[in-house]
C-alpha cells in the first residue's frame, strides 16, 4: 500500500508528464510524445542550468542544480517530451539567449549572477504577460493548463522546472515538510521564520 506522498508525488509526475506532452495508454504507463530521442543542443542544455540556478538558487536549501531538476528535464526532453514541447522549450531558450544578448550586449552566461536575476526578472514579466486567448485556441487539462500569455514556451519551461525540482527528493526533504491529513484541528498556527512550506500536490 502506498503512502500519501507516493500518492501525491505519482499524481505530480502524472501532471509533468502531461506538461511534456506524452501520452497515456489503458493498462500502462505514460509513453512518450515522440518516438524519436532528440538531445537538448549543447548551448541551451548550459543555458538550461544557468536558468534554472537564477530560478532556484542553493540557500540554506537546496537548490535546483542540488536537486538534479536540470538533467532531468534534459533526460525528459530526450526520452519523453513531444515535438511540439521540445520545439517551445528550446524556442524559449533561442529567445532568452537572444533577449540577453540585445538587451545587455553579453551572453547570458557571460552576465554576473546579479545582471542574471536582474535580467531574467525582466523577461519574465514580459514573457508571463497575460494575453486574450485566440478564439479555438486549446486551453489544455486540469493539470497542464495551456496559458495565454505572450511567450507560452517559456510558461511550460518554467513550470517544469519548478515541478520537477519540488517533486525531488533534494526539495521535498530539505525545504518542505509533509503534514498528514487527517490530523488534530488546529483553527489558529502561529507562523515563525522557521517554518517550512508544507508539500501539497496540486490546488488544495
Known amino acids: 500500500m502506498h503512502s500519501p506522498v507516493e500518492i501525491n508525488r505519482r499524481t505530480a509526475l502524472h501532471g509533468i508528464m502531461l506538461l511534456l506532452g506524452a501520452v497515456s495508454a489503458p493498462g500502462c504507463a505514460y509513453l512518450p510524445g515522440s518516438s524519436e530521442k532528440t538531445a ?5 542544455r548550459q ?23 536540470p538533467q532531468r528535464l534534459a533526460a525528459m526532453y530526450r526520452d519523453w517530451a513531444s515535438d511540439e514541447t521540445r520545439d517551445q522549450l528550446s524556442g524559449a531558450l533561442d529567445r532568452l539567449a537572444k533577449s540577453a544578448l540585445d538587451s545587455t550586449k553579453k551572453t547570458f552566461a557571460a552576465l554576473s549572477a546579479a545582471q542574471r536575476l536582474a535580467f531574467l526578472q525582466g523577461h519574465d514579466a514580459a514573457a508571463l504577460k497575460p494575453v486574450p486567448r485566440k478564439p479555438g485556441a486549446p486551453e489544455g487539462s486540469f493539470f497542464a493548463p495551456i496559458p ?57
Do not use: N
Open 40 to 44: 537538448l543542443p549543447a548551448l541551451q
Open 148 to 204: 495565454s500569455v505572450v511567450d507560452v514556451g517559456y510558461h511550460r519551461l518554467k513550470q517544469l522546472i519548478l515541478a520537477l525540482h519540488y517533486t525531488s527528493e533534494a526539495a521535498l526533504t530539505s525545504e518542505l515538510v509533509y503534514d498528514h491529513v487527517p490530523g488534530p484541528w488546529e483553527p489558529s498556527i502561529k507562523v515563525t521564520p522557521g517554518m517550512r512550506p508544507a508539500a501539497s500536490i496540486g490546488p488544495f
Open 47 to 69: 543555458l538550461l542550468d544557468l536558468v534554472a540556478d537564477v530560478m532556484i538558487p542553493q540557500t540554506d536549501t537546496a537548490g535546483a542544480l542540488k536537486s538534479g531538476t
